[in-house]
Structure formats: structure tokens, C-alpha cells
């Protein structure tokens, strides 16, 4: 695999970055995951805009310029011939050489990192046909969730809790409300209305929300912005996921509780094609 490292394409063996990079000793970094299809960014310019928006709410430089950075995914995925798959990318502080909780100067240049995963099959799906099991867990992160960093150890323990638990995922809770998932956001649906979340610091502002928002409206389906409990969703007619990497992934069981009939039901495998067409249509 070739990646991307502060200016340079190399084999990933090759590449490398200071132990004393701030992204590696603090979580001092950000990131974004973009997915591609047909060889072709979804979904691209939310996530750059996210991505300038999180550098700005930590105060870091950014890297380069935007037509810089699609230039560099669009180089990654050719020289990766990717066809269905994901570019992570991931901005750090960078480091001074050494480890000080105080941020070094403006001298100090942020890290950039780029690499692709191939994932055949991230389309067609066969897990968005079967629908994720999941369970609920406290929601212990801290509380600037709307800022991408890579500050992931909990969600990471939350989904092992949810692995060792014979389920594929976990939805967080706060005061008995449901926050997002580890790594998407939550949505339940009763008596066809589509009921998610409100954006604010407590939720990560997906960009796929965005986009299954904005088309569930198009096709006429009732969305209500607002908190709901896990109590809720537990007898709720279904519930889905969204995430730039599994798009909207239907929930069929929470904490052992079957939703509906215990299969996806109609609302999110119709928003996952809606959503897959239109990305495919809209991919650069
Ligand atoms: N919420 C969290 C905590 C996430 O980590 C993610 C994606 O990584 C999302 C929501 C979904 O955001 P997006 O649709 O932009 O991938």
C-alpha cells in the first residue's frame, strides 16, 4: 500500500512520525473517514468541512490547502486502485521534540497522514441485510463530542464490551437518553417517523446524517430532531445506524430486545439505497 506522509507518497513500511508527535502522546489530532465507490470520493466536501471546522475548535494549523488535500486522496485511491474502500486521514499538532502539555509555537508544523483501505463488498453489504445486534453503554466521553478527534479508547472498549457480549456494536447513554453509537449516529423509528438526535457538542455532526436527513425528507418521511431514551428505543417499530463507512446499517436487537420482527425493517434498507444511489450519483 502506497500512504501519505507530510508531503510524501511512500510504501507504508517506509513511513514514519516522531514518538514525540503530539497526536500520538496526547490524542492531540483529528481526523476523517472518507468512503469511495466506483473509484470516487462520497460525500467529500462535508467531511473537508468538518475537518476545518475541527482544527479550528483546537486552535491547529491546517496542513494544507483543500484543493491540496482532494488532490492527495484522489492520488492515494489511483495509486491504491481502489475501487469500493475508505481514505482515513489524520491531523496531529505535530511535535517540538519534545513532550510539554503546554502546545508548541506557531513554528511547529501540524502531521499529516493519509492512507486507503480496500473494501470490496462496502455497497452490498451482506451485515446491512442482517441488521447489527447492539447493546447500550454508559456515555463516559468527554464533552466535545462535535469535534472529531482521535480520542477513541472508550468507544473501542465499548465496542469490545459489545463483541464480548455476542453483539456488533453499542449505543452510549447519557441520563437515559441515547447519545450516538461508537462510531455513527442513532436513529429509532416509530409509527413511520424518523427520530434522531438534535446536533450539539454532546454528538458528532455526521456528515451521512446530513445526507439521509436531507433525503428522508425529499421522499416525504416524517423526521423529529429530539432526545430519546434507550427505554424507547427498545420498543421502537426499528432502529438504523449512519456512518460514511457502513452508510445506514439497520439495528434489529438492543440489549437482547428484538425491534419489530427481529429483521431490518422498511425505513432504513429503502434510506440505505436512497443514500447509496445518490452518493454514487454525486461521487468526485
Ligand atoms: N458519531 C461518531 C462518534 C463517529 O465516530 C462517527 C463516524 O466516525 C459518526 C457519528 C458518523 O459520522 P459520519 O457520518 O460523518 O461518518
Same mark, same amino acid.
Do not use: L
Given at each position: 500500500r502506497t500512504v501519505y506522509v507530510n508531503g510524501q507518497y511512500l510504501p507504508e513500511e517506509d513511513a514514519n512520525v516522531s514518538i514525540f508527535d503530539r497526536g500520538f502522546l496526547f490524542a492531540d489530532a483529528v481526523y476523517e473517514v472518507t468512503s469511495v465507490l466506483d473509484g470516487k470520493l462520497i460525500a467529500y466536501d462535508g467531511h473537508v468541512e468538518r475537518l476545518w471546522r475541527s482544527l479550528k475548535e483546537l486552535d491547529m494549523a491546517a496542513p494544507c490547502t483543500p484543493d491540496e488535500l482532494l488532490e492527495i486522496h484522489r492520488e492515494l485511491v489511483s495509486r491504491n486502485g481502489i475501487d469500493e474502500g475508505l481514505v482515513y486521514l489524520q491531523v496531529s499538532r505535530g511535535s517540538d521534540g519534545d513532550r510539554d502539555f503546554v502546545f508548541p509555537g506557531a513554528e511547529t508544523k501540524p502531521t499529516l497522514v493519509l492512507f486507503t483501505q480496500n473494501k470490496p463488498g462496502l455497497a452490498d453489504n451482506p451485515a446491512a441485510k442482517k441488521g447489527a445486534k447492539i447493546i447500550s453503554v454508559d /456515555?463516559?466521553?468527554?464533552?466535545?463530542? /462535535?469535534i472529531k478527534t482521535v480520542q477513541l479508547l472508550y468507544p473501542s472498549m465499548a465496542k469490545m464490551m459489545a463483541k464480548a457480549a455476542g453483539c456488533d456494536d453499542a449505543w452510549l447513554i447519557e441520563d437515559g437518553h441515547v447519545t450516538e453509537g461508537t462510531s455513527n449516529n442513532a436513529y429509532i423509528v416509530k409509527g413511520g417517523k424518523i427520530i434522531t438526535r438534535p446536533l450539539s457538542n454532546d454528538i458528532l455532526h455526521g456528515i451521512t446524517r446530513e445526507a439521509v436527513l436531507r433525503f428522508a425528507a425529499e421522499a416525504q418521511m416524517e423526521v423529529e430532531e429530539r432526545l430519546f431514551t434507550i427505554d424507547e428505543a427498545k420498543e421502537a417499530d426499528e432502529a438504523f445506524t449512519t456512518s460514511a463507512s457502513a452508510f445506514v446499517m439497520p439495528v434489529v436487537e438492543i440489549d437482547g430486545v428484538a425491534l419489530g420482527d427481529g429483521a431490518p425493517g422498511s425505513v432504513a434498507p429503502r434510506l440505505r439505497e436512497i443514500y447509496i444511489d445518490e452518493m454514487r450519483k454525486s461521487a468526485i
Open positions: /456515555d463516559i466521553r468527554w464533552g466535545r463530542r /462535535d
